[in-house]
């Protein structure tokens, strides 16, 4: 009731398709003063979406078609294989060549009488080569190819979304793929720090854990009792040499500033028999090591906080305004959390804002990419050099940085910050440039690397499109040392080939100048970033392009989604081929849907990209048989099937002649075949096959000058009693007598006549 009687209202912005911001202001009215309160993308929750756990209470801002999912969605792209557009093009000639046939054959009548109704006549009689079946047997077999697809034992949790496109998968000639996830596990194992003059790896973590103790070890927690007292290293180690004692601080303050920066909650399952309500549920909860699981954004926050727990550093729980930590010695070291800056593709980098609970200590914690840290720390003759080495190595580097903050700095900071939040005009700039103001001459921490594992058998499997002529690029958010050791790893670039990487350009002049170096090298791969390939498509695309197809492999790195969905775009518009997109998150919808083939992986980024695509797969290394098994089969089995039909169509029926007709006996032999019915032997009278057209006055037996056009309606001689018939004379005739075949004789023949009845006792003979 409370609820429904506060008088408040919700100012917020225009509908529009970014699905990562919001603006808007909460004012409540109904209290001296009033209560204002900025509302940012954390106070959302757009439609479509899924509650994880909790209750929430909201109120309803768009709605309809002004919601984010209704105006991000999109009408699919009609995907129409290249079969079925070949085939579309050869009914259109078959259509073209059966009027053409068709107007030929009035023609050669010369157009005598009613031509138009023997237009429509011969229309009929030729709209047999069109195969109008054929389209119904494609379907069905497409059908087929899909449940065998699906009915495949070798490729596990295939799924086919579409039964249109399966041949497709067996004239591909581009494969676009992302790098993670795709190629590589998603899973980070965390497997260097380095602190500028030290570093250590996967080997000499345990001297990580020692350096770690040291600071805990004089204080013991209490029993059940919340300590945060964190004795400062100096003091710890006193009597321990100088150079060790800076190092231990030095890695005391960095695993603790990893274990603080991130966005990663701590879950706990219920006990089981824990009541159903959620107050009674979340106090029986098991707090144990055993029972917790990290959720994240991002594989790497959850990476980098497993191995500060295994280092001895627990992160124990977690909420919006408080973070709770446990020492190697088992004290709970509380901190405040004061502000939070998510990771932004953007900034590149994430930041947060925590008061010591013991101290009372406001520290300023900040990670991210090393383009976007390099410029905020402190001047260091190492960093740059570094991520070069982790890079080449095939980690991904994020750089850890501080800085102490007093709480005169830290309040002025607040009151600019939240000014800045209830502004409801460019509210990113002015939260930009707050934060800005604290981003300076940060101490630099530390730096991490984290290894993302490629797939199994990525490499035999790229091999293998590779050998069959399928040329592959690669398209990744990451930065360009880390896909360039991918590439090489994953052998998308084969250890004889040389790599080319295109240096960063800003202008026209620039990227002229990198395309004629990369023009005079051969046979090699490309590795190009996406702001110089922003620049180059804007000034040489055809060039670029040109260039670039030619390649044998190609690695674009720092791309975002719409420069992905551009290439595979871009692709189909120079080179003219059947392209393949793959990949296994958001970020790569945009590609799978305008490429001609869309396969999704089922990842750990969500099932977003494998609802969105064609087809979908469970590993990178099932795309091996979907395209070389079922791709061949179905391109081969659907070819087969249109060469079938179309033969089917010109010789399942055999001609009729239009000099022809189906109920008529010949005229100038005494085989009583029917009309329409080719003689077994040449005619005795003009040696030639003859074939009959019915109610015609001329015979292709006899000429015009022995065929009399008049008439005549006496009885036949021979049969007086009989019914009325139809006689012919040939040119050896001159009266019906022996000549009809109601006779003896049997140069004539004879048939009841239609139009009279049987009782009438004449003849009518055509002379």
Known sequence: QDLFSISAYVYAQKPQLDIHSFEGTFTREDCDPPIHESLSIENTLWASTIVASGTVIGVVIYTGKETRSVMNTSNPKNKVGLLDLELNQLTKALFGALVALSVVMVTLQGFVGPWYRNLFRFLLLFSYIIPISLRVNLDMGKAAYGWMIMKDESIPGTVVRTSTIPEELGRLVYLL???????????????????????????????????????????????????????????????????????????????????????????????????????????????????????????????????????????????????????????????????????????????????????????????????????????????????????????????????????????????????????????????????????????????????????????????MLRNAGIKIWM????????????????????????????????????????????????????????????????FYEHELMELACQCPAVVCCRCSPTQKAHIVKLLQQHAGRRTCAIGDGGNDVSMIQMADCGIGIEGKEGR?????????????????????????????????????????????????????????????????????????????????????????????CSTRSSTRTSPREDPCPSRPSSSGCWSVFTKAASSCTGLCSCSSQSLCTWWPSPSRPSSSPSCSWWL
């Open 475 to 538: 398209l990744t958010g990451d930065k360009l040392e880390t896909a360039t050791c991918i590439a090489k790893s994953s052998h998308l670039v084969s250890r004889t080939q040389d790599i080319h990487v295109f240096r960063p350009v800003t202008n026209r002049g620039e990227a002229h100048l990198e395309l004629n170096a990369f023009r005079r090298k051969h046979d090699c791969a490309l590795v190009i970033s996406g702001d110089s390939l922003e620049v180059c498509l804007k």
């Open 608 to 700: 977003q990209a494998s609802l969105a695509a064609d087809f979908s797969i469970t590993q990178f290394k099932h795309i091996g048989r979907l395209l070389m098994v079922h791709g061949r089969s179905s391109y081969k089995r659907s070819a087969a099937l249109g060469q079938f039909g179309l033969t089917r169509a010109l010789l399942s029926q055999r001609p009729c002649s239009p000099l022809s007709s189906t109920s008529r006996p010949c005229l100038c032999t005494k085989d009583s075949s029917w009309w329409g019915t080719r003689l077994s032997t040449p005619c005795s009278r003009c040696s030639r096959w003859c074939w009959t057209r019915m109610w015609s006055r001329r015979w292709p």
């Open 177 to 463: 793929t992302d790098k993670t996830g795709t190629l590589t596990q998603n899973e980070m194992v965390f497997k260097r720090l380095h602190l500028g003059t030290v570093s250590y790896g996967a080997d000499t973590m345990d001297e990580i854990q020692s350096h770690l103790r040291n600071p805990y070890s004089q204080t013991q927690p209490p029993a059940g009792g919340h300590t945060g007292s964190t004795t400062p290293p100096r003091k710890a180690q006193s009597a321990a040499p100088k150079v060790r004692k800076s190092v231990s601080s030095r890695v005391h303050e960095a695993v603790k500033a990893i274990a603080l920066c991130h966005n990663v909650t701590p879950v706990y399952e219920p006990r089981a028999g824990a009541p159903t309500e959620a107050e009674d549920a979340e106090a029986d909860q098991d707090f144990s090591d055993g029972n917790r699981t990290y959720q994240a954004a991002s594989p790497d926050e959850v990476a980098l906080v497993q191995w500060t727990e295994s280092v001895g550093l627990t992160l124990v729980s977690r909420d919006l305004a408080s973070m709770q930590l446990r020492s190697p010695s088992g004290q709970l070291l509380s901190f405040s959390v004061l502000q939070m800056f998510p990771f932004t593709s953007e900034s590149k980098r994430m930041g947060v804002i925590v008061r010591d609970e013991s101290t009372a200590e406001i520290t300023f914690y900040m990670k991210g990419a090393d383009v976007a840290m390099s410029s905020i720390v402190q001047y260091n003759d190492w960093l740059e050099e570094e991520c070069g080495n982790m890079a080449r190595e095939g980690l991904r580097t994020l750089v850890v940085a501080k800085r102490a903050l007093t709480e005169e700095q830290y309040q002025d900071f607040e009151s600019r910050y939240s000014q800045a939040k209830l502004s409801t005009h460019d509210r990113a700039l002015k939260v930009a440039a707050a934060v800005e103001s604290l981003e300076r001459e940060m101490e630099l921490l530390c730096l991490t690397g984290v290894e993302d594992r490629l797939q199994a058998d990525v490499r035999p499997t790229l091999e």
